[in-house]
């Protein structure tokens, strides 16, 4: 990793936590091949020929969309049909449960408990390291995207917040990022002082996840309340700026080996991936001008859930695992 | 960059001042992000409900720590719920006050009958909430221990005939005497909880391993006696001739010192409402 990319891993990090974005603001702290590209597309009229080209034979996709649906609806209805069937792969809810018998336990879920119980067993350690294990190989905040869901039920609200949008009824009010972690302390301190997990009983993912399982119960209003929320007033605001369980694993990848891969060369910097993007700063660096380098991987924030690799026309945003290129 | 560089700086990379628009949207953004400060920590506030209502006790699955140590470590899974043979055990929603999500036994509704043997909730229960081992530094309430691991009658032959179970979940009372059949000294002839009742049970002469309604399972007793002979635990209540106040003799309920407060003698009580009943985190006095 060049130093750029390095300076540029931490400043994701702090973006994570809820920090805007660093922009390069000297010629240093772009690679020369990068700098060659960014003033190779300066004022270039051929470019914008070829954009409108682009545009116009662009097919949109729904790849990831559609496979990250099948898989975030296949979980939880394995979760619902393992316990209404009866057929026993896995057992319990997301918050915790047993894959033919291994235990896995939610990561956020089991720091609540670990913290306000302060006392933790066997079963406890091995389903967090085994869930820990999954999401690093599986990218962090894939958890949310394709698994939680509340995040499913959030796209479809989302789509009617663009909707109404659209038709000038409602605006996004948008929010300070570094809300959601200071959510994370909150609800941290007050499960290790009071002794009671206190975000359990409002998490929408454990509720939803129950009510799926279990039969829905008057907690879904705080649910649709969220989804109201949402709608009318602040564009994906509960992942965005509140929920604790997104940084937890967003912390996870940190390390993960999965993630979007953007290559600065064929991008047209139009910006349609950070108009379908949950958390759009973690794409500062699609704007003209930013990339830092000629290929820039994608902070930990990102959910990995795909919607700028389908709706990307030149292909500049694609999954990338790291170290799978080196062996192949 | 040296300080002399400072003034060759390009205009560009001076922070403009804000503009008025620009202060206002920015003070109205702050706004809303403690309006949903509050809105978030508020409803988060509910979550501590149940451990106002904690003085209002329910009855949890066999094996639950204390009341606050559960409320501690349960992560609202569920796996107790999947694992029961008779889904004795629901997960409490939001105005049970209970804490949503934790599981809770009705007893009357459906009480635990130790069906599955070997209390498999404890089993099932990944973070310890349940235990077969209560660790050393939590203790143990005056009363909660039973005296000696509970023999369960449908196990009585087999080689190992006792539940692992170290403390009782509550304590079978006779809160209603006066309207106690046995203690009017009647019989009870037919289903008890009457036709549509949903309960289950299992009956060892009908078949061990597959519970049944007991609806399905009609009485026809001289002298009721339904909840002394469907306790599951040995030793825990029997029918003893008491002497009233008046120095008379009849019949009663008695409920001993093996009780684990399961509550199948509340589900089985002929009589509405019932004249036993479980009290949920009560200790054997004696």
């Given at each position: ?25 000297k ?16 004022g ?38 393992s316990?209404?069937?009866d057929?026993?792969i ?60 509340y ?12 909707f109404?949008?659209?038709k ?7 929010m ?22 206190v ?11 129950r ?93 990995r ?15 990338e ?8 | ?7 060759r ?10 503009s008025?628009?620009?202060?206002q ?49 349960c ?212």
């Amino acid at each position: 990793m060049s130093d750029l990319l390095k300076r540029r891993f931490v400043d994701q990090i702090k973006v994570l936590f809820g920090w805007e974005p660093a922009k390069p603001n000297k010629a240093e702290d772009i690679s020369p091949a990068a700098q060659k590209i960014h003033f190779y597309k300066k004022g270039n009229r051929d470019l914008i020929a070829e954009k409108l080209h682009a545009r116009a034979h662009a097919q949109h996709s729904n790849k990831w969309r559609n496979r990250r649906w099948a898989t975030l609806i296949f979980a939880n209805l394995l979760f619902t049909f393992s316990f209404a069937l009866d057929i026993q792969i896995l057992e319990g809810a997301l918050t915790a449960s047993r894959f033919v018998g291994f235990h896995l336990i939610d990561l956020n879920s089991a720091l609540q408990v670990m913290l306000a119980h302060k006392h933790i067993i066997n079963n406890l350690l091995i389903g967090t390291g085994t869930v820990l294990v999954l999401w690093v190989l599986f990218g962090g905040r894939t958890f949310c995207s394709w698994v939680c869901p509340y995040h499913l039920i959030a796209e479809w609200a989302e789509k009617i917040h663009l909707f109404l949008a659209k038709k000038k009824l409602v605006t996004d009010q948008t929010m300070d990022r570094r809300l959601r972690t200071v959510f994370w302390a909150i609800f941290a301190l007050l499960a290790f002082a009071t002794g009671y997990t206190v975000f359990e009983a409002i998490s929408p993912t454990g509720i939803l996840s129950r009510a799926l399982i279990y039969g829905p119960g008057l907690a879904l209003l705080w649910v649709l309340a969220l989804l109201v929320f949402e709608v009318f007033f602040s564009r994906r605001a509960w992942c965005r700026y509140a929920c604790p369980i997104g940084l937890t694993y967003g912390v996870v990848g940190i390390i993960s080996p999965v993630r979007i891969k953007y290559k600065l060369d064929g991008c047209f910097h139009e910006g349609d991936c950070r108009k379908v993007c949950l958390v759009p700063h973690v794409l500062d660096t699609v704007i003209k001008g930013r990339a830092v380098d000629t290929e820039v991987p994608i902070g930990p924030d990102c959910t990995r859930c795909g919607l700028c690799v389908d709706t990307c026309p030149t292909g500049s945003l694609s999954f990338e695992v790291k170290g799978l290129s080196k062996l192949a | 960059m040296s300080d002399n560089d400072n003034d060759r700086k390009p205009a560009a990379e001076v922070t403009p001042p804000l503009s008025k628009a620009k202060r206002q949207t920015n003070r109205r953004r702050v706004l809303r992000t403690i309006l949903l400060t509050g809105g978030v920590l508020g409803a988060g506030l509910s979550g501590f409900l149940p451990l106002i209502y904690s003085q209002k006790k329910r009855l949890r699955p066999p094996g639950a720590l204390d009341e606050k140590d559960f409320l501690a470590s349960c992560i609202k899974c569920g796996q107790c719920v999947q694992v029961c043979p008779v889904s004795a055990i629901k997960l409490a929603d939001l105005i049970d006050g209970v804490g949503v999500g934790t599981p809770y036994i009705e007893a009357r509704a459906q009480a635990c009958d130790f069906s599955c043997d070997a209390v498999q909730c404890v089993l099932a229960c990944p973070t310890g909430s349940l235990t077969y081992h209560k660790p050393a530094f939590m203790p143990v309430r005056a009363g909660a221990a039973l005296a000696a691991k509970p023999i369960l009658l449908a196990k009585e032959k087999d080689p190992e005939p006792t539940l692992n179970l170290n403390e009782r979940m509550g304590v079978a009372r006779l809160t209603r005497p006066e309207a106690c059949l046995a203690i009017q000294g009647k019989g009870f002839k037919g289903q008890t909880r009457g036709p549509d009742f949903k309960g289950t049970m299992r009956y060892m002469d009908v078949d061990r391993w597959k519970p049944i309604r007991i609806s399905n399972h009609p009485y026809d007793v001289p002298e009721c006696d339904l909840c002394a002979r469907e306790c599951p635990i040995k030793g825990a209540i029997s029918i003893e001739t008491v002497f009233a106040p008046d120095g008379s003799k009849r019949k009663s309920p008695v409920v001993h010192e093996p009780c684990v407060g399961c509550g199948v003698c509340e589900m089985v009580c002929p009589v509405e409402p019932t004249a036993i009943t479980i009290e949920a985190r009560e200790v054997w006095n004696t």
